[in-house]
């Protein structure tokens, strides 16, 4: 079948468009600004710490691995309660085989300088045991120390103490 040269044009012309509308929106998906971006050229309030503390519970609830490693510092320490220490790179790969629901994070004081804010504070962490359906709540304490640096805010220690509930 032969078309007109005219319904040839407007379909090269589709084609065309159709291609340049694909690439450009990939090109922004890669692109997009990571969420973490909170102004580093000065000293964070509780209320930005407390949201920065609370993206990056986000973020290990949905096993963000690009979010996380743009929250945690090259130097990240992660101090569980046990007392097993991991490196930001044992970090991202241990959230990466958990399964986090809910981390109900209250903050009961916070440290605020131009170049690094502390927070401490309760935390019920609500998670599956093991591989099973099983949901664990487990309430700790949690100190978290965030530092200011050329490309944003990042996380450079967290602290989880255990809580007696007990009592």
Known sequence: MCLPWDLKRDAIRLIGLAVVLVFFSA???CTA???TAIPADRQLTESEASDLQNRFFEAMINRDQKQLDA???DELTYNHVGGLMQSKAEFLSW???RQFVEFNFHITKAFLSRDMT????NVDVRSHQDTTDTIRDTPYVLTTVWQRKNTGWQLVLVQFTG???HK
């Open 33 to 35: 600004p990571q969420k």
């Open 118 to 121: 502390v927070l401490t504070g």
């Open 163 to 165: 809580v007696d509930s």
């Open 95 to 97: 959230v990466a085989g």
């Open 71 to 73: 929250f945690s510092g």
């Open 27 to 29: 090109g922004r998906a």
